[in-house]
C-alpha cells in the first residue's frame, strides 16, 4: 500500500512522501521501531534471567537435600565410643560388640556409621560402634 499523494504540475504527476519532514529510508539499511529494540533486546534478557533464577533454584534445592541426607544418617543409632588399641581390627572390634547381629553385618554398620573409606585403622582412632539389636 502506498502512501503517498499524487501531484499534479505543469510538468506532470509528481509523488512526495506523506507526512511533514518524511524522509526515504536509505536502501538496505534496516531500522528498529521501539518495538523492534525491545524484542530485540528485552527478550533475550528476559531469558536470561529466567535461566538465572532456575540455575540459582537447582543449586538451593541441592544443598537442601545435602543436609537432610547428612542429617539422618545416624538417627535413633545407639551407639558406644571405642578407642582403638594398636593392633585392633575392625573384625575385633564388631566381634567384642554384644549384639545378636552377624559379624560382617556390624563391620558394616561401623563403617557407615564413622564414614570410613576402608578398613585401616590407627591407634587411638574413636570409632562409635552401635550396641543392641
Known sequence: MDHSHTALSAGGPETAPVGAGATAAAPGRLRLTRRGRLLLLGVPALAAAAALMLGAALMVGGLVNQAQASTEASVGVDAREVIVAPGDTLWDIASEVDSTED?????????????LDGSTLQPGQRLDVPVGG
Open 103 to 115: 559379624t560382617d553385618e556390624l563391620i558394616l554398620r561401623i563403617a557407615e556409621l564413622n564414614d
